[in-house]
């Protein structure tokens, strides 16, 4: 699982456990930058905050762990840290607490047993009392700490003494403990929703009798999620909507008067100003949609201040870290759809997300239900006296109310909204409030089919007369396709100003300016007409025409493999062309005459998609754009739907330039294209002669984009389907070029975008390319012109059915993804927009504290000594071996070192060697002087034994200063396996002089071919 630590908003640190366990309890070492999480499989972390190069990281740097055998009797139940941060208080299931030092991270000697505890409580009180369920620290003296046993037993522990000071008892079980800040007094809570108060100092009967306030007792409320909050005579309780996991108050650290108290829910962090008791949640979120911030920003801003009335005045409490620089390198805008009808707007520039402004939809419509009034300040009269906290609902009073489809142009500040039930909202932003009536259109889509039922949920009515509506987006047209069915597709062209909206039935156009539908297209077949309701449609078959497709796939197949065995091994150049055409891999260049032909990529065979569990008219995909679909000589507006089977439908449009408002937009079906392997098409774009998408509207007036190229005939259309990529030219729709993913790699595409990649070191230079998310959770990334791969990264688990249906493209190469139901996830493919935590936390200087160093046994050399013996015409041991042949000096020390007990100083013997007696293999380093004196420093880490001899060779790390500026060391490492016991006899040391470094490099030499042939192996 993950650890995460959140400042000021744009602080944020994580970091992920190895072992993948729940985290059940976190201390902070406060100014430390040190956290400690107890996980559920009994493993206390220690977390630090350090920097890492440039980058900021939450790493952990220590573990504990009971053995296996000590886990069944020392399961962990709770944990305490003392007041000094130096110790931490281990509460197990069986009674007994053990303490951790901190600073060595091991246990100590000490351990307040239960049975010692027990010996001085009263014989009434002498029962098993269970598992250890709470801990607290007197705040004033450190020495006593508070024990609570699960069956209500309560203990006042001197640990200095070992001694029990007071014994409380109570009849309920055991919840939590808290001290007063004085140390006068402390409270218990209990399983029944009860709380006592108690005298520290008499422990006969408490100070206050038992209290419910409600908070609530789980027999009686046991589906509710609420916290209660008492003062004096006031009282609320707040009842939340999803569950409270832990919370905490927040005061002035002089002050006994706490002011915020902060919620942790199951998937999101929420703060409560006692004062004021308002907190805002949203609920599920169903799409999400994201555009460049431009202007429209400041203008969001100001509309939600002005939304935040009944917020709290107060800064977020939670302020700690610093921010190293500027956060966000883009400024993009967040819209998310919810189920309630609301639609958040969010600044998601940088790495926290700030709501700049919200709009409920559900206002514009004769519903019961208003998003909104739940949060009144006013407190219903009811006992107990229950407040709503949030508006979130998992399943909202009224489910078509929920959004489906956003999409934004912040160019011209319009916004269309598309719904459950078939309504559309085209809406414009306005700086002041205004009070009028909206026109409402009907579109029926299905006006053509006389044999149709729609056996769905009724319509939205929307509100009659005039409507008062707040500053900000506001309703200029309301569109209610029929059937009422959930809109699949959305677009809009804000310089046109014409709408596109798509359900499982097909697809209507409707003109905004003027307010009047343009044309409406039905895509269901005459023969799937029996499911017309809300349930997929069926697609029955008889039997007869599936048997002859059945045998038309075999012949099909048989005749493709006998045409790939008769193709000779060379290919004509035609045949090389057209190859290179309709394969899945880009064209190369071909290859020099006699080389081997490029192997084609193996294709695995698609299973055919069952009829019955897709519908083929739901419209999947609109688009709009300015190119050639009649002739190569004039562009004109066109309309592009893409269908769940594969059907693309082209409409040609006529638009007035002028007298727009007066004269009427033509819309004529002017080709279509039906793919063969009638995969869903999710994604279309027109790509010009110089490899660019047609830019949006409005982008190029505002120097957003470049021109497109309309020089020529040059467009071309890239059709995106599920299964395929694949290029057709322009007008003639000729297909050039296509590439199998699914055929390929056996997976397919759920998400598919066009992005524009800039250069990170050139600012002049950016290209085009298709960016894609498949159900593997796998990004990718193709050129537009020859759809060659350029990209392949894992992003998301093949699990997470969420985030891959939630993922958002930016056009900048940014991915956005629901990472739970109220927290978003980011990623990049471009190198040049990248958004990354960029914040540090500051520590004073000396406040944490210095780790252990580790133990080192050095004995000086005995340098002196040696010179002495020198001088006195003796002869050293470098001396001796420098006159005399190496080998024989070898077979010398093999001598000395295989006689009983009998050791030579210098010389590598088994006391120098440790060895653990076990299955493991460890290591064990061995630094010889060249003196007569050893140095030895073992470490179990890795699976070497590595011996050091003295001579004249490289200067080793484990020496200390005066060793390495006197004795120089030749190092010779040997790997041993378990058996060294039968090995280390045979391994002996090579004393070599400094006088001549040409005869040490020989004598070494030969010293490491005779020990190759005695060990069993050498390095």
Aim: with cysteine; proline share 4%.
């Amino acid at each position: 699982m993950f650890t995460e630590i959140l400042g000021q908003p744009g602080v944020e640190f994580c970091g992920e456990l190895k072992s993948g366990a729940s985290v059940n309890q976190l201390f902070f070492l406060s100014e430390e930058a040190r956290l400690i999480s107890l996980c559920g499989d009994n493993t206390i972390t220690l977390w630090e905050i350090n920097d890492k190069g440039e980058n900021t990281i939450l790493e952990d740097v220590k573990e504990f762990k009971f053995s296996a055998e000590e886990s069944k009797f020392k399961n962990i139940s709770v944990c305490c840290l003392t007041k000094n941060k130096e110790h931490l208080l281990i509460g197990t299931e069986i009674g007994n607490i053990f303490i951790l030092d901190l600073k060595s991270f091991q246990l100590l000697d000490q351990i307040i047993y239960q049975d010692v505890v027990m010996q001085n409580v009263p014989d009434d009180f002498k029962v098993n009392p269970g598992a250890v369920e709470a801990i607290a620290v007197h705040p004033t003296n450190p020495d006593k700490v508070l024990i609570g046993y699960n069956r209500g037993l309560i203990v006042l522990w001197d640990n200095k003494n070992s001694n029990t000071d007071q014994t409380y008892n109570s009849t309920q079980q055991l919840e939590s403990l808290c001290w007063h800040r004085n140390g006068e007094e402390f409270m218990s809570a209990h399983i029944d929703g009860s709380y006592i108060v108690w005298n520290a100092s008499d422990s006969t009967t408490p100070k206050e009798s038992a209290l419910t306030p409600y908070g609530m007792p789980r027999a009686s409320y046991g589906d509710k999620h609420t916290i209660s909050v008492m003062e004096g005579s006031n009282h609320v309780v707040f009842d939340f909507t999803s569950k409270v996991i832990d919370f905490i108050t927040l005061g002035r650290a002089d002050s006994d008067d706490e002011e915020t108290q902060v919620i942790l829910h199951n998937g999101h962090l929420s703060r409560i100003h006692i004062s004021t008791a308002y907190i805002l949640h949203q609920s599920l979120v169903h799409i999400m949609s994201l555009m460049f911030l431009i202007n429209s920003g400041r203008k969001l801003l100001m509309l939600g201040d002005s939304q935040a009335k009944n917020h709290s005045k107060r800064e977020w409490p939670i302020n700690g870290g610093k921010l190293k620089g500027a956060e966000g390198i883009t400024k993009d805008l967040l819209l998310t759809g919810h189920e309630d009808g609301t639609v958040k707007f969010w600044d998601a520039s940088g790495l926290s997300m700030k709501l700049l402004y919200s709009l409920s939809t559900a206002t514009m419509f004769s519903v019961d239900f208003h998003p909104g009034e739940q949060n009144s300040p006013e407190v219903e009269e009811e006992w107990p006296p229950f407040r709503k906290v949030g508006i979130y609902d998992p399943f909202s009073d009224d489910p078509r109310l929920g959004i489906q489809k956003i999409s934004m142009c912040p160019l011209s500040e319009t916004c269309v909204i598309a719904g459950t039930a078939g309504q559309v909202l085209v809406l414009q932003m306005e700086r002041e409030e205004r009070e009028y009536e909206t026109s409402s259109n009907t579109m029926n889509i299905v006006s053509d089919r006389d044999n149709f039922v729609w056996k769905g949920h009724e319509a939205l009515k929307p509100r009659d007369g005039e409507v008062k509506y707040a500053a900000g987006f506001q309703p200029t047209a309301i569109i209610q396709l029929y059937p009422p069915a959930a809109c699949t597709a959305l677009a809009f062209h804000s310089e046109w100003q014409l709408m596109a909206a798509g359900t499982a039935h097909g697809f209507a156009l409707f003109d905004y300016a003027q307010k009047k539908p343009v044309a409406t297209r039905c895509t269901l077949n005459p023969d799937d007409m029996t499911g017309t309701s809300e349930t997929p449609m069926s697609r029955r078959k008889s039997l007869k025409k599936s048997l002859r497709e059945s045998f038309r796939r075999l012949r099909r197949r048989r005749s493709e493999r006998r045409q790939d065995k008769a193709k000779p091994e060379q290919k004509t150049d035609e045949k090389e062309k057209k190859s290179d055409e309709g394969s899945s891999s880009p064209s190369k260049s071909r290859a020099s005459p006699g080389a081997s032909p490029e192997p084609r990529p193996v294709e695995r065979q698609i299973e055919a998609r069952n009829p019955e569990e897709t519908i083929s008219s739901m419209v999947r995909c609109l688009y709009f754009a300015n190119t050639f679909v009649t002739n190569g000589t004039d562009s004109a507006p066109s309309l592009w739907v893409g269908t769940n089977g594969g059907h693309v439908y082209i409409y040609t449009m006529t638009v007035p330039t002028e007298k727009r408002n007066e004269s009427d937009v033509i819309a004529i079906i002017a080709k279509e294209i039906k793919l063969r392997h009638k995969a869903p098409v999710i994604h279309i774009a027109v790509v010009d002669g110089k490899s660019r998408v047609i830019p949006d509207a409005l982008e190029v007036e505002n120097e957003r984009a470049k021109a497109a190229d309309y020089s020529g005939s040059h467009h071309t259309v890239v059709i995106c389907s599920e299964e395929q990529l694949k290029i057709f030219t322009l007008p003639h729709l000729k297909a050039k070029l296509k590439y199998k993913v699914t055929a390929l790699d056996g997976s397919r595409i759920r998400k598919a975008a066009f992005i524009n990649f800039r250069s990170k070191s050139d600012e002049n230079y950016n290209e085009f390319d298709i960016a894609c998310l498949t159900n593997l959770g796998d990004l990718s990334v193709y050129t537009v012109n020859s759809l060659r791969q350029q990209l392949v990264a894992s992003a998301l688990k093949r699990e997470d059915i969420t985030g891959i249906s939630s993922f958002i493209f930016t056009k900048h190469g940014q991915g956005f993804y629901l990472l739970s139901s109220s927290e978003y996830a980011r990623v990049t493919l471009s190198s040049r927009n990248v958004t990354e935590p960029n914040c540090m936390v500051e520590l004073k200087e000396g406040m944490r504290p210095e780790p252990e160093p580790e133990p080192v046994v050095v004995v000086e050399p005995q340098k002196e000594e040696a010179e002495e013996k020198k001088e006195e015409g003796g002869l050293t041991p470098d001396d001796r071996y420098n006159s005399g042949d190496i080998a024989e000096a070898l077979n010398e020390s093999q001598l000395n070192d295989s006689q009983a007990n009998t050791t030579v100083e210098g010389e590598v013997t088994q006391d120098s060697i440790q060895v653990l007696q076990d299955s493991t293999v460890v290591e064990s380093t061995t630094l010889i002087t060249s003196s007569e004196t050893t140095v030895v420093t073992t470490t179990e880490e890795t699976v070497t034994h590595t011996v050091t001899a003295g001579g004249d060779g490289p200067e080793s790390v484990n020496v200390d200063d005066d060793t390495k500026s006197t004795q120089p060391i030749v190092t010779t490492t040997t790997q041993v396996t378990t058996d060294v016991n039968e090995v280390h006899d045979k391994i002996i040391e090579l004393k070599i002089t400094e006088d001549d470094a040409a005869l040490a490099k020989k004598n070494l030499q030969e010293a490491e071919q005779i020990i190759s042939t005695e060990a069993p192996v050498v390095s």
